[in-house]
């Protein structure tokens, strides 16, 4: 072993508590080597199964493919968190090289003639293998996996597809810095005294932070959801509000080096080519074949469905807020920068109630014991935090998860503030996936926010956004957590895109349960609980403005369906398509989508959610529908109903279809009127 390999964390074994990433001694240059390595040691692992003597077999050819890249999953599983959740240009610099390397690398695995060869043998005679039924969906699944990756193809064909798959990574890569290049240097200072008007004191202190985060005096308005909603929601400066709405809904189009224009439409074209090059007619047949949803009619279906009522809804609220303008002696037409503003007004003359009253009983610390509450009574886990385990940032926490039984789970790691090397939004993501190949091992997860920071001493306080936000992301960890099958492939969250949203939502519905919230929503100052009666109005006015949230939401879905349902789309002007669309769809000009294209980064930073934003939606029609369940036994914790839940979902990663793990968990299928009465459209 030369010194520089004697010296890489990633060429050992991990001996910190539960086998973690040994953060406190990777550095920058530790993640070439170990790319080079594992992409090396992955190929010849699997030259050496697709040139095994032997003729193939589960063992020799699923279980191996399954057991090989150890070393590149280790690296992986470490740099793409940073790169998301705490990055620097070095990180950027190795990423821009690495995610087309990588790309490249997985591309020729997936067109591999030999490998395939093997598992097109096996797939032929998959009924006189006598699998196990897991055996069986892992097998189906990695047959699926190699012929929508090329394996099927003639050699000039692989060689095009190959170099798109890279193309795509480089261009996906760019597209993700370019918004986060955009959202760390973007600020709207509040220089004058006047600049704060109407702002809660919570939200100057907030704003005092982010600006002495960056090193600037006085407060600043970043582009950052939990900054800048508030911001357009209290602000009594209309002007401020329009120019910071106008940075917020321009990230990636700013015209200069980080415009995003052209890597969209270079993405667009690419992404047709190879969904031709697959024999499917558009990138979104290709997309949906996998999923739950199967094909873009069937998304269009439910989409259609929604968006008339969502959009009489929105300018019923419209009307509202107009006429709340007028009342206050004004005679301005209401713009997509008044909207927060004044329907935060007019909520809480409608409710009595209103954002100030309600935040201080919500804070950060009681929320996620609340979100682990919720698990306990539902599961019976349990959790303790450790301090003995390496983080990447002071500010990441850690806890175990333990079983019923005291049986280790998962570790769980939180990362909840917001920070300029942290890009926007909030995920879910594993640096160890469970599996029984190896032992059983079990899954390191980390749920990552971007909450504002209070000053130092003082609560952090959310909003109830927010702490739905935290409900969400740690329903996905408890899917990754909870998991329970034997091979990597299917476990946690690695299960149809459009299902794997299920146990987020889903789980949601907890928070705003009255058992949860007069137990948790307790007040910051007072330490009183929220009283029934604010509960009761926040229950009432839940409904409220679900014209513009499904609005905003399912243009942003019709726009990522309708791009990717181009069958060419060879000299796309991406700014004016999406104009086009929104005016076919009778687009409120007063709501703008919930992500523009330019910094659609579920559609553009990757291959993650392109043809696929519409999945929110489906996966709300599961967790309407499933939560109802739960509410028709008259217990939110129904033991033997969350059993169910438990095994079927939570556990059971891709084991079994996602049609057949619903029916199974709820006795029958997904009813999409329970969406539609969830968001008021229907009466109950
Ligand atoms: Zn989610």
Redesign the pocket.
């Given at each position: 072993m030369d010194q520089a390999s004697a010296a890489n964390p990633f060429f050992e074994a991990w001996d910190t508590p539960f086998g973690a990433p040994p953060f406190d001694r990777i550095a920058a240059e530790h993640f070439r080597p170990a790319f080079a390595r594992g992409f090396a040691d992955h190929e010849a692992e699997i030259a050496a199964i697709a040139a095994d003597p032997s003729p193939p077999d589960f063992e020799n050819t699923i279980t191996a493919l399954e057991r090989s890249g150890t070393v590149l999953d280790k690296v992986g599983g470490v740099f793409w968190n940073l790169t998301g959740a705490h990055t620097n240009e070095e990180l950027q610099a190795i990423e821009r090289e690495i995610s087309p390397k990588a790309a490249k690398h997985f591309a020729a695995i997936g067109m591999n003639a030999a490998l395939f060869a093997r598992v097109d043998d096996l797939f032929a005679r998959i009924d006189s293998l006598g699998l196990d039924p897991e055996r069986r969906r892992v097998l189906e699944l990695t047959h699926k996996r190699f012929v929508r990756a090329g394996a099927r193809l003639g050699e000039a064909e692989k060689a095009r597809l190959a170099a798109i798959v890279e193309r795509l990574a480089q261009l996906g890569t760019r597209f993700s810095q370019n918004v986060l290049a955009d959202e760390a240097n973007t600020v709207i200072p509040l220089k004058a005294p006047e600049d704060l008007a109407g702002l809660p004191e919570w939200l100057v202190a907030a704003a005092r932070e982010a600006a002495t985060e960056r090193g600037l005096e006085g407060h600043v308005i970043t582009t950052s959801r939990s900054l800048i909603e508030p911001f357009l929601q209290f602000s009594t400066v209309r002007p401020l509000r329009e120019k910071a709405y106008a940075a917020w809904i321009g990230r990636g189009e700013s015209g200069g080096a980080t415009d995003n224009r052209a890597i969209v439409a270079e993405m667009l074209a690419l992404r047709a080519e190879r969904a031709r090059l697959l024999g499917f007619r558009t990138f979104a047949d290709y997309k949906l074949e996998p999923t739950m949803a199967k094909t873009p009619e069937a998304v269009r279906g439910l989409l259609d469905r929604i968006w008339p009522m969502a959009r009489a809804r929105a300018a019923e609220e419209r009307e509202l807020l107009q006429q709340r303008i007028r009342e206050e002696g004004d005679a301005f037409v209401l713009g997509p920068h008044d909207w927060r503003h004044y329907s935060a007004k007019v909520r809480a003359a409608l409710h009595a109630l209103d954002e100030a009253e309600i935040k201080p009983y919500l804070q950060l610390d009681r929320i996620i014991e609340a979100s682990f509450d919720t698990a306990t009574r539902l599961f019976g886990v349990t959790f303790r935090e450790r301090r003995d385990v390496p983080t990447y940032h002071p500010d990441v926490r850690v806890w175990e998860m333990l079983d019923r039984d005291g049986r280790h789970l998962a570790l769980f790691l939180g990362d909840y503030f917001a920070r300029p090397s942290k890009r926007s939004g909030a995920?879910?993501s594993a640096f160890r996936s469970q599996h029984k190949l190896d032992g059983d091992v079990r899954p390191i997860v980390v749920n990552v926010l971007n909450f504002a920071r209070a000053p130092e001493g003082r609560p952090t306080l959310l909003s109830f956004d927010d702490a739905r936000t935290i409900f969400?992301?740690f329903g996905?960890a408890l899917h990754g957590m909870l998991s329970d099958v034997t091979f990597g492939s299917i476990s946690g969250t690695s299960v149809a895109r459009d299902f794997?949203?299920f146990p987020?939502?889903v789980y949601e519905h907890w928070l705003m349960t009255p058992d949860v919230l007069s137990r948790f929503a307790v007040h910051a100052e007072t330490g009183e609980p929220m009283p029934a009666a604010l509960i009761e109005k926040v229950q009432a006015a839940r409904n409220f403005n679900q014209g513009f949230a499904t609005v905003e939401y399912a243009a942003s879905a019709i726009v990522d369906m309708e791009f990717h349902a181009l069958e060419s789309a060879g000299d796309i002007d991406p700014a004016a398509f999406e104009r086009d669309v929104l005016a076919g769809l009778g687009m409120p000009a007063e709501i703008a989508m919930r992500h523009r294209t330019p910094h659609f980064t579920h559609v553009f930073s990757g291959d993650g959610y392109s043809a696929g934003y519409y999945s929110?939606l489906w996966s709300e029609v599961l967790d309407a529908d499933g939560f109802s369940a739960f509410e028709e036994t008259g217990d939110v914790f129904d033991p033997a109903l969350a059993s169910r839940l438990r095994e079927h979902v939570y556990a059971a990663g891709g084991r079994q279809d996602p049609a057949e793990a619903y029916r199974a968990f709820r006795g029958r299928d997904p009813d999409v009127d329970a969406l539609l009465r969830k968001r008021g459209f229907l009466s109950a």
């Open positions: 995920w879910m969400h992301e996905h794997v949203e987020s939502q929110y």
